[in-house]
């Protein structure tokens, strides 16, 4: 039972998203078409980011037998891990295809050979690490996993959009774009089955395991998606952007309410 939810949770967050983004960006709701998402799916996402960690995660954590000081040491590492790999992932972009305009993508820059091989391995890589944290999630308690699959679907969304902006320019057609960024999101399902087994035969870890997957969403929403949101803006924007900020949160009450019910 626990893995068949695994299983339909990574599809949706992994290949639902992708199918959003594109729905999304065909009704013109996705920002302009030279970035990754407008500013509302982006508070959007980054409210469903922070609640999933702070009121569902990083709660369940601590409610274990685990020790305080380890799982707070934990997501400190986690957080500081985060941003060395945005920094290596940064440099290794910058280094390979030297100085030339890079497109800009969920905060990141990418430098692209043709095709964009590049961003979909890059986005590949992340889809199974967010398979894991989904993973993760759902051994903990059904309803942590309903909780975590709608955050990573949220915050993939902007970020799927930016990667079919980039594959559109590569690509003989739209059709293409979507079916690569989509066999890179099905990654996500092979994260949930790993994770899966990999959790199960480490049960003792699985407080720390939540701890990471807080620090990952902690990370992609403070320092990937809210600076995209900190410019200066009218009042009515300004508040717009908040409004969009909590419609995240409570989405996430919301899904962890329903999935309680029917757990």
Not at 145 to 153: D, I, K, N, T
Not at 196 to 218: C, G, I, K, M, T
Not at 249 to 254: G, H, N, Q
């Amino acid at each position: 039972m626990t893995l068949t939810s695994i299983i339909l949770a990574t599809l949706a967050a992994g290949i639902g998203s992708v199918w959003l983004a594109a729905l999304l960006m065909r009704l013109g709701l996705g920002g302009r078409t030279d970035s990754v998402g407008s500013p509302h799916l982006l508070s959007l996402a980054a409210g469903a980011l922070l609640a999933t960690a702070f009121m569902h995660l990083l709660p369940e954590a601590f409610e274990s037998q685990a020790d305080a000081h380890a799982l707070f040491a934990t997501l400190l590492v986690g957080v500081v891990f985060f941003f060395l790999l945005d920094k290596a992932e940064l440099w290794h972009h910058g280094h390979e295809h030297g100085h030339a305009e890079p497109h800009a993508h969920g905060g990141h820059d990418h430098g692209l050979p043709p095709g964009g091989w590049a961003v979909l391995m890059g986005d590949s890589v992340h889809c199974f690490g967010d398979g894991i944290l989904i993973a993760s999630a759902f051994m903990a308690d059904l309803r942590l996993g309903a909780v975590a699959a709608v955050a990573v679907l949220a915050h993939e969304i902007p970020h799927h959009m930016g990667d079919l902006v980039v594959l559109r320019q590569n690509s003989p057609s739209r059709r293409v774009a979507l079916v690569k960024v989509s066999l890179a999101g099905a990654v996500t399902v092979l994260g949930g089955v790993a994770g899966y087994f990999l959790v199960e035969r480490l049960q003792d870890f699985l407080p720390y395991f939540l701890v990471v997957a807080s620090s990952s969403f902690v990370y992609v929403a403070l320092a990937d998606l809210i600076p995209q949101l900190q410019k200066r803006l009218p009042a009515r924007e300004t508040l717009i952007q908040i409004a969009w900020l909590i419609a995240g949160m409570v989405l996430t009450t919301l899904v962890s309410g329903a999935a309680h019910h029917t757990h």
